[in-house]
T-cell receptor
Framework: DQQVKQNSPSLSVQEGRISILNCDYT??????FLWYKKYPAEGPTFLISISSIKDKNEDGRFTVFLNKSAKHLSLHIVPSQPGDSAVYFC?????????????FGQGTELSVKP | KAGVTQTPRYLIKTRGQQVTLSCSPISGHRSVSWYQQTPGQGLQFLFE???????NKGNFPGRFSGRQFSNSRSEMNVSTLELGDSALYLC???????????FGSGTQLSVL
């Protein structure tokens, strides 16, 4: 049972344009969500989070939107830069110790073309 | 503050062998989690340790085991390796009451 899903394995955008990465979840009890970014040969690093009581959180070029009724969140990167090319994972906290401290989606590989 | 350190960075083993991976968490972090990353599968949770006790375990066979020492360092062991065990194994540490995970660079295991 995949509780956090990223259905797009890859995304390619031009430098300067907007990148939109999507994530769907099934458990309405998640009380916050996180995005992690991973470069090759490195571990994932925390990027941005959002509480379930909010519908938007912004940090510089990165904005996460949460639509609870649709059980959907998205990460917007504006403007996209070549250095943003990485794999992005959305994550939610494991509930009742199921699935670990964080449950991750499959990841979306973003490629930003100069 | 030093980050999460995993050793070794790369390992090549053959089927049937066993392997031990090591993880040193960030100083002061008492929770250590292990994840397996394979292409298309994202990060699959293996287990979590806190104060030398396994708190949580994912859906992996018993060939995968781990432990945590009194200094919070952790090891995971995979016995009777199979080709499908080839993956990046990531260790992450966190404060006890904070779910934000800090990851190491991982150990890339190749089983031939």
């Amino acid at each position: 049972d995949q509780q956090v899903k990223q259905n797009s394995p890859s995304l390619s955008v031009q430098e300067g344009r907007i990148s939109i990465l999507n994530c769907d979840y099934t458990n309405s009890m998640f009380d916050y969500f996180l995005w992690y970014k991973k470069y090759p040969a490195e571990g994932p690093t925390f990027l941005i989070s959002i509480s379930s009581i909010k519908d938007k959180n912004e940090d510089g070029r990165f904005t996460v939107f949460l639509n609870k009724s649709a059980k959907h969140l998205s990460l917007h990167i504006v403007p996209s830069q070549p250095g943003d090319s990485a794999v992005y994972f959305c994550a939610a906290p494991g509930i009742y110790n199921q699935g670990g401290k964080l449950i991750f989606g499959q990841g979306t590989e973003l490629s930003v073309k100069p | 503050k030093a980050g999460v350190t995993q050793t070794p960075r790369y390992l090549i083993k053959t089927r049937g062998q066993q392997v031990t991976l090591s993880c040193s968490p960030i100083s002061g972090h008492r929770s250590v989690s292990w994840y397996q990353q394979t292409p298309g599968q994202g990060l699959q949770f293996l287990f979590e340790y806190f104060s030398e006790t396994q708190r949580n375990k994912g859906n992996f066979p018993g060939r995968f085991s781990g432990r945590q020492f009194s200094n919070s360092r952790s090891e995971m062991n995979v016995s009777t390796l199979e080709l499908g065990d080839s993956a990046l194994y990531l260790c992450a540490s966190s404060l006890a009451t904070n779910e934000k995970l800090f990851f190491g660079s991982g150990t890339q295991l190749s089983v031939l």
